[in-house]
């Protein structure tokens, strides 16, 4: 039974890397962006549902969709001034700008909110739900119940959709897309604002299962970047199915060897799966 | 022939999945030799030409280059066998300049290392010596020598081919490969191409080169072999060549004979 | 070599200035600059000279500053030779590493790199055993010559020995910007496929590169392991990494100068911002993005139009 226990733990904790992963994997789908500040909007979406339930006294479900909200116009604000005046520029550069980002708002956190941890309390973090010897709080549950609908949304909206159909356009062919009229400025904000939603959602819904400190960013960034190698730079699909084999080999692999390694365990996947496939366990933009 | 062939390809051919793009073709060079390739679009020529330039394995077929058996071998091993190319895009090192783009080419004359930089050892300044005269002759030779100190991406087109041709001869190659060196040439600049091949030529440097431009290859070339649909349908000179049937009735209704 | 040869003199006694002020304080960030220095300058020959984005470079420093020191302590090393064997482990693996990791371009080989690190930093953490994990080693032994009173524990000491190793490795980069493997370096990030056309084996190439580079990073930890005599984990983590990075990027990668100028502002900067906290960090990040975005040549290209190797 403790399998069971370990399995839905990695299973919640693997959609919580699904969801970060998804936002990545399309900005570097659409915008050819690696973003190391993506992280940043998981920890900014936490710390935002966080104060808007202690700040502003709101529940928690308006708190986190204030927060989901507020982090896309971010993302859009952070695209317009980081980086499409470096769409031009070298990848390097645009790599080295989102960590020079991901260090200013993580460092900024800090700095405003504190480097001790605040922990968020939902309705849903303390009531558990059980099940023989299976107990799962209902806030991990939240998570895989809301992800699930949210990959299911995601990828209905890109495969049927205009704009979901720009985005794909505006992923294969960049200059082909520009000219058949797709304003790919749009485009690229309209997605930034979607990803940085995603992360920020998943920051609200993860956050109240740990706890938060300003740095989770850096920690949330490189799940994100595991998965999304793992399954394929632009797969969403791979997203999905890296971020459930990550989560559930920490759990397993942390009760099992030792929580101590747990995030090594992560690491240790993503090279031997880039030994064996570097382009990822799906093909780069087979499916969206 | 007693003399040896340079450059030797027997049974050359390559399978990409489904396609053949080259069956079966047997081609050699012989030293101080300029051997042109032609034929239509979509023939096979630069994928032979990849081959033979270590690029591309072959899928079947064997490769000798200076005696040795080279089939398989990967660009950089027949780089320091004696082969250079020059690529369909203008390849060029875009940050440096002209002259460190030539010095960069004298790699493989080189055996002084850090080693030797940090001593400054009197064989690692004859090499920097050497090195030197090298860059000095090659971009005299290809007409650059006054564009030394300009950066390479900033040069116009026709500098930057020009500065790709002092690159492959800075590496003092014993087979020179030329992948359409004449495109988007006027005929000025043609001319002075094939004055510069028979110049290398008559300094004992043999030459491979895949070219659409007719007056080129009348020029330049001792020997011809034309593909098309990835097999050799003609060798001889280029009189022959031009004159052989199957050969026009190949090229006449796919693309005009630009002369 | 003529413009360098006429700043030496006056930069040398430059440098040594500080010692006639006698403040130990002072005297304690310049070694620490030093040895930043090292760090930066080994981290350039991978992003600047190779061109390649590495995030596990902080590992190579940790390997070399524990080894050194555990060589020292635990297997009664002579100080003199430890130092190497921490530049000889952190090469080696770096060969490994690199081995393993070269053939793969791209955010992909910074994944790998990073990855590579972060299992590095993961095993140091836990090997208690070994390496005393997150509390670290302490009183580790610093190079001294006791019959001329020299303690090279004390800023003042280590200061002009930091200067000369400094020097030394300046000169050695130089050199190998002016060899072939130099100019090869060069090629391979410039135009990959014209490299191997003119005959560079550009795997190989990366190879020698890398492990020279972390072979210097392991140096440089061994250095900083005898001279603070306190190392933890820490000095493996991604906020080491990324201090790293800064460094180089802001100085100039690819330059010599560069590196050590992004050290210099790194370390003085972050003392006298100490009194901000956390907004110093928010500083330097600013600065990178502001580095990164309008002057993408570093400090360096403020004086320097274009960075020329050779006259004919």
Same mark, same amino acid.
């Given at each position: ?288 | ?259 | ?48 000279? %190779? ?213 210099? %502002? ?47």
């Amino acid at each position: 039974m403790l399998f069971l226990q370990q399995l839905i733990n990695g299973l919640a904790n693997g959609m919580g890397y699904v969801l970060i992963a998804v936002g990545l994997t399309l900005v570097f789908g659409v915008l050819r962006i690696v973003n190391f500040a993506h992280g940043e909007f998981y920890m900014l979406g936490a710390y935002a549902t966080y104060y808007a339930m202690s700040l502003l006294g709101l529940g928690y479900i308006p708190a986190l969709l204030c927060a989901t909200l507020l982090m896309a116009v971010l993302g859009v604000l952070a695209n317009r001034f980081f980086f499409a005046p470096l769409q031009k520029e070298h990848e390097f550069t645009i790599l080295l700008s989102s960590l020079g980002l991901a260090l200013l708002l993580a460092h900024a956190a800090e700095a405003v909110f504190g480097a001790d941890p605040k922990y968020l309390d939902t309705p849903f973090s303390d009531a558990t739900f059980e099940w023989g010897d299976i107990t799962v709080t209902q806030q991990r549950l939240l998570v895989i119940g809301v992800a699930v609908c949210l990959i299911v949304l995601v990828y209905a909206f890109i495969r049927f959709t205009r704009m979901g159909q720009m985005m794909q356009a505006t992923a294969q062919h960049p200059e082909g897309a520009a000219l058949t009229g797709i304003d790919t400025r749009f485009v690229h904000s309209y997605t930034f604002a979607l990803a940085c939603a995603l992360a920020a959602l998943s920051g609200a819904l993860v956050g109240p299962t740990t706890m938060l400190f300003p740095t989770v960013g850096d920690w949330a960034v490189l799940k994100g970047f595991i998965v999304v190698v793992m399954g394929g730079l632009g797969s969403i699909s791979g997203a999905l199915l890296g971020g459930l084999i990550l989560g559930v080999a920490e759990a397993l692999g942390g009760s099992y060897i030792s929580m101590g390694f747990k995030d090594a365990i992560g690491y240790a996947i993503i090279i031997a799966v880039l030994l064996w496939r570097p382009h990822g366990l799906f093909q780069p933009g087979a499916q969206r | 022939m007693s003399t040896p062939a340079l450059l030797q390809a027997i049974g050359i051919s390559k399978r990409f999945g489904g396609l053949q793009a080259v069956l079966d073709v047997d081609l050699s060079v012989m030293p101080g030799e300029v051997v042109g390739l032609i034929g239509p679009n979509g023939a096979g020529k630069t994928t032979l030409f990849n081959m033979l330039a270590g690029s591309m394995p072959p899928s079947a077929g064997r490769l000798w280059f200076g005696g040795e058996d080279c089939t398989g071998a990967s660009a950089h091993h027949m780089a320091q066998r004696g082969m250079a190319r020059t690529f369909q895009i203008t390849s060029v090192f875009p940050a440096l300049t002209v002259w460190d783009n030539v010095c960069a080419a004298t790699h493989r004359h080189q055996r002084t290392d850090w080693l030797g930089a940090v001593w400054r050892s009197r064989a690692y300044r004859d090499e920097q010596t050497q090195m030197s005269e090298r860059a000095t002759h090659a971009l005299q030779q290809a007409g650059l020598w006054h564009r030394r100190h300009d950066v390479g991406s900033e040069l116009p087109y026709g500098e930057q081919r020009k500065l790709e041709i002092a690159i492959a001869l800075a590496t003092a190659p014993r087979l020179l490969l030329l992948d359409e060196p004449a495109a988007g040439m006027n005929p000025e600049e043609a001319g002075k191409l094939v004055l510069l091949i028979q110049q290398l030529r008559d300094q004992g440097m043999a030459v491979l080169l895949v070219e659409h431009h007719m007056r080129v290859v009348m020029g330049a070339c001792d020997r011809v072999v034309v593909l098309s649909s990835g097999e050799k349908i003609a060798e001889g000179t280029p009189k022959e060549v031009v004159s052989n049937p199957e050969v026009v009735r190949v090229y006449l209704g796919r693309e005009t004979v630009h002369a | 070599m003529n413009r360098w040869q006429q700043a030496a003199l006056p930069l040398g006694l430059l440098c040594l200035a500080p010692l006639a002020l006698g403040n130990d304080y002072v005297l304690h960030m310049l070694c620490l600059w030093a040895l930043y220095s090292l760090l930066a300058l080994s981290l350039n020959i991978v992003v600047g000279f %190779l061109g390649e984005l590495t995030f596990g470079h902080a590992a190579f420093f940790g390997v070399g500053a524990y080894t050194s020191a555990l060589l020292v302590m635990q297997a009664g090393w002579p100080l003199w030779l430890a130092p190497l064997a921490g530049a000889v482990l952190a090469g080696a693996l770096g060969w490994v590493i690199g081995h393993v990791s070269l053939r793969i371009i791209g955010p992909q080989f910074a994944i790998l790199t990073l990855g590579f690190g972060a299992i590095t930093l993961t095993i140091t953490n836990y090997w208690v055993d070994v390496t005393r994990g997150p509390m670290g080693l302490s009183q580790i032994p610093a190079f001294a010559v006791p019959a001329l009173g020299w303690d090279f524990s004390r800023a003042a000491h280590m200061y002009p020995l930091a200067l000369l190793l400094l020097g030394l490795v300046l000169y050695g980069c130089h050199a190998l910007q002016h060899s072939r493997s130099g100019r090869a370096f060069v090629a391979l990030r410039e135009n990959p496929a014209l490299a191997a056309s003119i005959g560079i084996d550009v795997f190989r190439t990366k190879l020698l590169g890398f492990v020279a580079a972390t072979a210097l990073a392991g140096f440089s930890g061994a250095l900083y392991a005898h001279y603070l005599r306190v190392i933890t984990p820490e000095l493996m983590s991604l906020s080491y990494m990324s201090a790293m990075l800064i460094m180089v990027v802001i100085g100039g990668k690819g330059s010599l100068i560069g590196p050590v100028l992004g050290a210099l %502002l790194y370390t003085f900067m972050l003392e006298a911002l100490r009194s901000t906290g956390s907004w110093r960090m928010v500083v330097f990040a600013a600065l990178l993005i502001a580095c990164v975005v309008f002057l993408p040549g570093g400090l360096v290209s403020l004086w320097r139009r274009r960075p020329a190797q050779g006259k004919p």
